[in-house]
């Protein structure tokens, strides 16, 4: 890596006078390490977003509601009173829009596919879309021209509307697996010619929690709504987890012999610390808090395991079981997966409470935090309230992967967004980004280099700033900037920042 960028402009900074390397040392009492770090030849930078956050055309060429259509248009607002009916006109701008990414070198470039754009009503008896296939063909076509490699997530939270009238979409395994297996069976079909990496699904956890216990995102179950937030995110991700294991074994079997790609999900997770370094509970609290985020969805698809043992004990028949074929099926494909997609943007301290948990707590009682019990910040905060920089817990979630999975990691979303960034001047001068990126790199860098962990790949969320699902407009994640009323793309610093950067790659002339 290039060493972290001098500071560009003072009055962009994000802690008034101080900048981060100074927020850094306040906050977590240690200096920030500022050397280059090599990353090696092959490995792959790209850039990442997900249909419902740039595409727009929400109701163009025949496309089908998504329950994102419905929920960013419901009465009082859950999204902050937005909508992503235009967001970046991606639909439309699209072929500008690789030119620009060429532009900054990158590798790849990871997308997500709208379902109900190319079967408008999802299911498996439905009519086809040829026009939003045609669509997804020329943006294909249009990155390969570019030398760039299309990634594809099949499934990045936006359910065809009617699937989820029809059955409760994820409610429904037996129903759901059906009607995703055929919408990526279409999808391998059409496109696996020269689509090489496929993801299944996006953030299982985030589905399962998100928008089936705590509501916040579509379709906003939770308790309030009457919905039973005790037993549907367990089902959710039991339904997740089958449905990819079933179309993980018809790509092997139908389309990888011919189309020779590869396949696998992406889990998120926080690294989790010990509120207090020297309480066992607090140790085995963060220990746990992590099987119950990454291994509820890691055991079962890369080990082929039930799921970890502590939530099994705590959760007891809230869980579904594996029936014996099922096992059989995740046995038989857990294999498969090729790598482990990663997304990953912070680390938090987890604490094992003692009080009665909640109804439907979700946690086994942990509480999350960004203090530790000295009193210590985990790191300086960004414009997310979720999201505080600590590259070291990046370091050592990667090392608990790669010994938990064995698998080649890629780096499938990382990234922050920065105070301040509507105004355009502001957001050009992104210091703050750039040295995110910069140190989370390095700890890319040290776990392959120092500790031999596998990693293939790094890519930033995001390519542009985009549709932050229930936070609207707010957040804005890009290297490039989006002037929301003009629809202008402006490329911010951390955009050229990284193509200089990633130029170093070991054995590639700068
Ligand atoms: C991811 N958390 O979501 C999604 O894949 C993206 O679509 C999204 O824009 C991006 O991260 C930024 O938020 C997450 O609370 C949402 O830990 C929330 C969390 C993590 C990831």
Redesign the pocket.
């Known amino acids: 890596m290039s060493s972290v960028p001098p500071p560009v402009n003072s009055e962009a900074r994000m802690f008034g006078a101080e900048d981060l390397i100074t927020a850094y040392s306040k906050t977590t009492g240690q200096d920030l390490p500022v050397q280059e770090l090599p990353l090696p030849s092959e490995f792959a930078w790209g850039t990442a977003t ?1 249909a419902y ?1 740039v595409e727009g055309g929400a109701f163009r060429d025949g496309k089908g509601d998504s329950i994102w259509d419905t929920y960013s248009h419901l009465e009082p607002s859950r999204t902050n009173g937005e909508n992503a009916d235009v967001t970046c006109n991606h639909y439309e701008l699209m072929l500008e829009d690789v030119d620009l990414m060429s532009q900054f070198d990158v590798d790849v470039y990871r997308f997500s596919i709208s379902w109900s754009r190319i079967i408008p009503l999802g299911g498996r008896n439905d009519p086809i879309n040829e026009k939003g296939i045609a669509f997804y063909d020329s943006l294909i076509n249009k990155l390969i021209e570019r030398n760039i490699e299309p990634v594809v997530t099949l499934y ?1 939270w936006d359910t065809p509307q009617r699937i989820y009238d029809r059955y409760g979409a994820f409610l429904n395994t037996t129903e759901f697996e059906a009607d995703f297996k055929h919408y990526a069976h279409l999808c391998f079909t059409r496109f696996g010619d020269r689509v090489k990496k496929w993801i299944t699904f ?2 299982p956890y ?1 589905t399962s929690i998100f928008a089936h216990l705590n509501g916040t995102l579509a379709p906003g179950h939770c308790r309030e709504k009457g919905t039973d937030t005790k037993t549907e995110p367990w089902r959710v991700g039991h339904t997740i987890i089958l449905s990819h294991a079933s179309v993980v074994e018809m790509y092997a079997s139908t389309f990888q012999p011919l189309q020779k790609g590869s396949i696998s999900i992406v889990l ?1 997770g ?1 690294f989790y610390e010990p509120h207090d370094a020297n309480s066992q509970q607090d140790i085995d609290a963060a220990q746990r808090r992590m099987e119950f985020y990454i291994g509820w969805f890691g055991d079962p698809v890369f080990l082929g395991q039930d799921y970890p043992a502590a939530m099994r004990e705590y959760l007891g028949d809230r869980l579904p079981g594996f029936s014996a074929e099922e096992r059989e099926l995740l046995r038989r494909t857990c294999k498969i997966n090729a790598f482990y997609g990663m ?1 990953h ?1 912070s680390t938090k301290y987890a604490r094992q409470l003692t009080d009665p948990p909640a109804y439907d707590d979700w946690t086994s009682n942990v509480e999350e935090s960004a203090i530790n019990s000295e009193g210590v910040e985990i790191g300086p905060p960004s414009a997310a309230q ?1 999201l505080r920089v600590a590259p070291e817990g990046f370091r050592k979630l990667l090392n608990w992967v790669w010994k938990r999975y064995r698998l080649p990691i890629i780096v499938t ?1 990382n990234g922050c967004p920065c105070i301040g960034e509507k105004d355009v001047e502001v957001a050009v001068n992104d210091q703050f980004r750039q040295r995110y990126v910069g140190l989370y790199l390095d700890s890319i860098s040290r776990a392959i280099n120092e500790d031999g962990v596998k990693v293939e790949g790094w890519y930033v ?2 390519f542009l700033d985009n549709y ?2 229930a936070a609207g407009y707010g957040p804005r ?1 890009g290297i490039v900037h989006i002037d929301f009323d003009t629809l202008k793309r402006t490329p911010k610093n951390s955009a050229w920042y990284l193509k200089r950067s990633l130029k170093t790659r070991r054995g590639r002339s700068a």
């Open positions: 997900a956050q990045h996006n953030e985030i998120n926080h997304n943007y979720w979303e969320w995001s932050e699902w994640y």
